[in-house]
């Protein structure tokens, strides 16, 4: 079973900037569109970026001009950069990601287990 690992989450002061990854936990025959969510205490799991493989990106307007999402194809990762931190950005992130684990398998939706930030004011 494949897992999407995520890495680089954290407390970080308004203002300041945290980059998160994602990736299979193993080796993988490729990945469609890759996608950030996030869930704040109480509140429902939102969208917060996507990016096709073909590098198409589309990002949530409470985070528009804040955020970037990028891929390394070679690598199956995706990026969310986060610059310009809000207290209300504070939430679990997760990595999202269609995923064909083979040449010969469907294509399935993944998520990961989710990363904590932390934005303090």
């Known amino acids: 079973q494949v897992q999407l690992v995520e890495s680089g989450g954290g407390l970080v002061q308004a203002g300041g900037s945290l980059r998160l990854s994602c990736a299979p936990s193993r080796s993988i025959f490729s990945v469609n569109t890759m996608s950030w969510y996030r869930q704040a205490p109480g509140k429902q799991r939102e969208l917060v970026a996507t990016?096709?493989?073909?590098?198409?990106?589309t990002y949530a307007d409470s985070i528009k001009g804040r955020f970037t999402v990028s891929r390394d194809n070679a690598k199956n990762t995706v990026y969310l950069q986060m610059n310009s931190l809000k207290p209300e950005d504070t939430a679990v992130y997760y990595c999202n990601a269609d995923i064909f684990e083979s040449s010969s398998a469907w294509l399935r939706n993944y998520w990961g287990q989710g990363t904590q930030v932390t934005v303090s004011s």
């Open positions: 990016i096709t493989r073909r590098g198409t990106e």
